[in-house]
């Protein structure tokens, strides 16, 4: 009997191909130590509410009023919720079609989308039109969806900054393209460099790759950068120069640990380039619930929004998001509410702006004791996390570590974060997940379990690494910068 269409032989091979790092051996084999009964640190993933970060209170009592509207109509609800609750629930269901079981536009509520739109606009100080903004479920389905549209085949390239969150790799892979990347340059903090972007897309053109799109993360999966407007400028003169559409993934703009380098939109530098780059480039920005102080991962509630994008491109993708009928709405009014949340004079801002400042000032703090932590110890060095939610410490394995990792089959950062594993419980995504210049090992965390956790956690992390080394360093040095 020939081979049906779902056994493994005949499934498609961009499926097959596809790997993602964060969720691949390590969590797996942390997930089995956690099944036998072994404690397990999950710092494998942004999963902020996973390792005890508390729901903000106004979105949760709003989305709960919403989900169950019955109790608008109870005379005690004013007992149990804020007047301000109360009406923005009444706001977001008169906005539905018939409630949060209603399927919306395809695009989104139109109301959310002109709240985006309204947000969007404060921010960068020029007007954005919620005909050009599309809800998600979550970042990355909007990414997908963009990439689908860009990429026609194996030979279509899109640049990625290496290291890279796995999504991209991930994604171009299953749509058949080819991924050409463009490195980070560690010693200058993870920084951008426009000669690697030229190297890089001359060396994919030589190789016959079409090079379409460029994606940029701000602030940096893993790497915690942030990138300054001069170098966004620099970026956008160079997909100006070589025709590119720019993908701003800008999911971690609320996470900045520093004064120096505040978040700057990719949109507003454009716009404030002028003409013509301002009406030239093509660029599609993406935000979502999931990070910044909400971390609500679970509730996948996204967006994109287009500049620059011919009206016939957009109503193609508005027919295939149509193919999916509806994003989550539940998502929607958390994306509403997160563009548009308490203001002053209202109810709940006094307790909105303490539970916020709250999250990110204890984020600020452990970002620095995870950087200090990991640059006490031996054989690693770690740049400070600007932003984002992760630590990407470059961990200089010895020769005998190396020899000992291929002996077992595996990829050294693969063997060093399966050792830390069994030894403390704390589960970690290695380098080779994000991609890293030859020769050189990291490891990517979180920074988000609990504070009063953390100086325990970098005391394992400390007594784990430094009897690694003891063990496998010798006289011949080590991997390193």
């Not at 269409?5 to 091979?13: H, K």
């Not at 460099?193 to 890089?200: K, Y």
């Not at 009206?311 to 709405?329: C, F, G, R």
């Not at 004791?369 to 200089?396: H, K, L, W």
Request: net charge neutral.
């Amino acid at each position: 009997m020939p081979p049906k269409a779902l056994d493994y032989d005949s499934l498609n091979e961009n499926v097959k191909k596809v790997q993602y790092a964060v969720r691949g051996e390590l969590y797996l084999r942390a997930s089995e130590l956690q099944k036998e009964g072994k404690k397990i640190i999950f710092t494998n993933v942004g999963n902020p509410h996973a390792l005890g970060q508390k729901p903000l209170s106004f979105p949760r009592q709003v989305v709960a009023l919403c989900q169950a509207p019955f109790l608008l109509d109870d005379p005690n609800v004013g007992l149990l919720f804020p007047a301000d609750a109360i009406a923005r629930a009444k706001h977001y269901l008169s906005l539905t079609s018939g409630g949060l079981g209603a399927c919306s536009d395809s695009r989104g509520i139109p109301g959310i989308r002109k709240e985006v739109a309204e947000f969007i606009g404060r921010r960068d100080g020029y007007p954005s039109d919620p005909e050009l903004i599309f809800l998600t479920d979550g970042a990355s389905k909007g990414v997908m969806q963009i990439l689908n549209t860009i990429i026609r085949g194996e030979g279509d390239g899109v640049l990625v900054p290496v290291p890279q969150y796995p999504l991209y790799s991930a994604a171009i892979t299953l749509f058949g393209g080819s991924l050409v990347p463009y490195y980070l340059e560690e010693t200058e903090n993870w920084g951008l460099d426009v000669n690697n972007l030229r190297q890089s897309v001359a060396e994919a053109r030589y190789k016959g790759i079409s090079v379409r799109a460029m994606v940029i993360i701000n602030p940096g999966n893993p790497t915690g950068q942030c990138l300054s407007a001069a170098n966004l400028r620099e970026i956008l003169n160079f997909c100006y120069q070589e025709n590119l559409v720019l993908l701003g993934d800008e999911v971690y703009q609320q996470n900045i640990y520093q004064d120096e380098r505040p978040f700057i939109s990719a949109r507003k530098v454009l716009y404030d380039m002028g003409s013509p780059i301002s009406k030239e480039v093509q660029l599609v920005s993406f935000h979502t619930v999931s990070k910044g102080y909400w971390g609500e991962c679970g509730q996948r509630g996204g967006y994109f929004e287009m500049t620059n994008i011919p009206p016939q491109t957009v109503d193609e993708i508005y027919k295939v998001a149509s193919v999916s009928l509806s994003p989550n709405v539940p998502a929607q009014i958390f994306m509403g509410l997160m563009v548009s949340p308490p203001k002053p004079g209202d109810i709940s801002y006094d307790q909105f702006v303490r539970e916020s400042k709250g999250i990110l000032e204890s984020l600020r703090r452990r970002a620095r004791i995870m950087t200090d932590g990991f640059n006490s110890c031996r054989n690693v060095v770690c740049n400070f996390t600007e932003g984002a939610m992760y630590s990407f410490p470059q961990i200089r394995l010895p020769p005998r570590a190396i020899e000992a990792a291929n002996k077992a089959g595996k990829v050294a950062d693969v063997f060093y974060c399966l050792k830390l594993l069994e030894a403390t419980g704390i589960s970690t995504v290695p380098g080779s997940g994000f991609g890293q210049k030859e020769g050189m090992f990291h490891l990517r965390t979180t920074i988000l379990p609990a504070e009063e956790d953390m100086p325990a956690i970098m005391d394992s992390f400390k007594k784990f690494n430094d009897e690694f080394m003891e063990q496998y360093e010798d006289n011949r040095g080590y991997s390193r910068m």
